[in-house]
């Protein structure tokens, strides 16, 4: 995207423009007349592909100096553009659309959900907020107070902020699944718990995650039925909401956890989705989950002894890999496979003794590939 307050362009217009004669000349070396050439309709001046290009109204790209009222943008009139929320209070913004980056400066007391961010979603001098964010990379500075439900790629950053608490992404609307891939990011990479604090003080935790049981709508609301968004149907269960919520870094429950792992096919993501579906239905939970490119030596030091089994799925395309966790659950996944992955290749864990070491390797690896 072109910059907003870009220069205007020093190249004349067709009205400013000393005009060519419509009747041109050739001097000859045989005779001394001189020879007309072309004819006397004049030639249209020559478009770029710049000229051509849709005229951006800075305005339709902010949210500035707002109160009390319910704004935002629907599906379709950001498509990928940045976005600016600034000096807005008590408000209700809903970004329902994906964009480049946005920025969210001096804001207080404002429930806002933000669709998914290619770039950078950062906050600045704001406090007292609640909001929904999915972007590649979250980052807050000066800020007081913040309930973040985040699905994020990279990890997080916090500085010189205080009273920050997080949860897991939980949300749907109808074009997010589509936002999501015109934005690049993938459901299954949220590292919305992995939290840095650039700016530690000792004694004092700056940050927190959100009790387990948050429910989203409890602190972002749907939108007012008499709003502009009335026509967007927003759902905040866990079970509908388009990334897998993931128990992050709060304390698992069992000692027993299981790697399995869906290699690049037709179905690859509705699979994860049917596992998800079928192991939190038998009491199992879903710890965290990435999807990662990887090469053959990659295959040989995450999966070890399986490495030759599986050197050539991985050419296909992407992994996607989930840690489930609780007693029993390595049998559960290995049943699941069998009664509903037969002709699925995937990978899961042998046996609780070794299933541990595989979620290391796996999730360690992912996280080194991703730079995290």
């Excluded at 050439?37 to 000229?51: M, V």
């Excluded at 800075?58 to 498509?79: A, C, E, Q, S, W």
């Excluded at 015109?182 to 009790?211: C, K, M, Q, R, Y």
């Excluded at 990435?290 to 030759?308: G, H, I, L, Y």
Aim: glycine letters at 6%.
């Amino acid at each position: 995207m072109g910059c907003f307050f870009s220069k205007k362009s020093k190249r004349k217009s067709p009205e400013k423009e000393e005009r060519a004669p419509t009747t041109t000349t050739v001097e000859t070396t045989t005779t001394s007349n001189a020879v007309p050439l072309g004819n006397n309709a004049e030639e249209a001046p020559k478009q770029y592909s710049w000229d051509r290009r849709e005229k951006v109204d800075p305005k339709d790209y902010m949210l500035t100096g707002l109160k009390d009222v319910t704004v935002g943008r629907l599906p379709g009139k950001l498509n990928g553009q940045q976005f600016v929320i600034q000096e807005c209070e008590n408000c209700n913004i809903y970004v329902f659309d994906h964009s480049a980056t946005i920025t969210i400066d001096d804001c207080v007391n404002c429930r806002i959900v933000l669709g998914p961010v290619k770039g950078s979603v950062f906050f600045r001098d704001c406090k007292d907020i609640k909001c929904v964010v999915a972007c590649q990379q979250f980052r807050t500075r000066d800020c007081k107070k913040m309930e973040v439900f985040l699905c994020c790629a990279t990890q997080p950053i916090i500085e010189s902020s205080t009273g920050m608490k997080f949860g897991c992404f939980q949300y749907y609307y109808p074009d997010l699944a589509f936002h999501f891939k015109d934005a690049g990011l993938s459901i299954f990479n949220n590292n919305w718990s992995n939290i840095h604090d650039f700016t530690p003080v000792s004694g004092e935790n700056n940050w927190g995650l959100l009790p387990e049981d948050s429910a989203v709508l409890d602190f972002v609301p749907v939108p007012d039925p008499e709003s502009e968004f009335k026509s967007v149907r927003v759902l905040g269960d866990p079970e509908r909401s388009i990334v897998p919520l993931t128990k992050g870094g709060r304390r698992k429950d069992s000692e027993e956890s299981c790697l399995f792992v869906f290699f690049a096919g037709e179905y690859t993501t509705a699979n994860a989705r049917k596992l998800i579906d079928e192991a939190t239905a038998k009491g199992f939970v879903l710890i965290q989950t990435k999807e990662v490119s990887m090469r053959p030596e990659d295959v040989k030091r995450v999966f070890q002894n399986n490495a030759d089994d599986l050197t050539e799925w991985i050419t296909k395309g992407p992994v996607i890999a989930l840690e489930l966790n609780g007693d029993g659950v390595v049998e559960a996944c290995k049943n699941i496979t069998s009664e509903v992955f037969s002709g699925t290749k995937v990978f899961v864990s042998e046996n609780k003794n070794t299933s541990s070491r595989d979620v290391d390797n796996f999730f360690n690896f992912a996280d080194m590939q991703m730079g995290l």
